[in-house]
């Protein structure tokens, strides 16, 4: 479901696994562990897709109890990506409790990226170029560290342990392009213009040297829609085209990017190929609609 960009189906599957998983808990009388946190992180990242920006908001909020009353790395790790997947995708933290920082040190190079990462996005969000300089000498450190446990062979050495977030070439290069993403965004804040393109020309290169991987990217923020966004706030329409057109050849379908194409191909005045891209967008979007209260519809 997707390979194919096919969100509705996508929901639906993993509805019916994560309720499998409950059903189980109830059944066995068992606690928060045993949730289908798998299926759990995937339903959300549809609903995102799906633009049901509330139902995913609702899990956010579960999520957050599930992992504080649980602490299990499964959890930890499972709930960096929801964070960032929220707030990449609404353009907002939606919640008046603060986001959640968890321990990384035993879920890999990767999770602790993605939550340097998010700090970083919400840095940016208040200017603080303090904060995200922070975040980018602390990741910096630890690719470092990561890098040396990584054989020639691009696999984990034997001192890295017998755990699947063990670091490795792929996990390494990843966590690389998202450190590239957080030296834009401070190049931004210093309005260095040359620094932050080149910053986002690199995450890109970077990115596509990389197999993609179907599922919630581990490149919470995929660096071409990142340098999408930036494109057409700079009014270069057809070269953010390009980026998000890039985004949408690995991964079809994903909502950000296609919406993005949108805004482009409508700068550009591309009529026909914007409808298209809304259609194909149509067959999954569905967002909440607003509530129309009896004052306002007499108004």
Known sequence: YLGRGM????V??????????????ERKGLDDNARGFHSYQWLHYGYLQQGRFEKAEGL??????????????????????IQSMQLIETGKWPLEQPP?????????IEKQAQQHFFKSLMALKENNSQDIKSEIDSLTNK???AELLVTS????????????????KMSVRNAKVMLTQMNAMLALIHEDETAAENYFREAT????????AYGPPDVVYPSFEQY?????????????????????KRAPGRAMALRGKIKALNELGRVGEMQVAKEELNMFWKPAKPVVRKSQKNA
């Open 12 to 25: 639906t599957s993993n509805e019916m696994s994560y309720q499998a998983s409950v059903n189980r808990m």
């Open 60 to 81: 956010l909020r579960d999520m957050l109890k599930f992992t504080v009353n649980t602490q299990s790395r499964g959890a930890r790790a499972y709930l960096l990506k």
């Open 143 to 145: 690719i470092n560290t």
């Open 205 to 212: 290169n970077l990115e596509s040297q990389a197999e993609y």
């Open 228 to 248: 999408g966004y930036r494109l057409l706030e700079q009014d270069r329409a057809e070269d953010a085209l390009e980026q998000f057109n890039k985004s949408l």
């Open 153 to 168: 062979e691009g696999i984990a050495m034997c001192s890295a342990g017998p755990t699947r977030y063990a670091p490795n």
């Open 100 to 108: 959640l920082t968890v321990r990384t040190e035993d879920i890999g």
């Open 7 to 10: 969100w509705n189906e996508m």
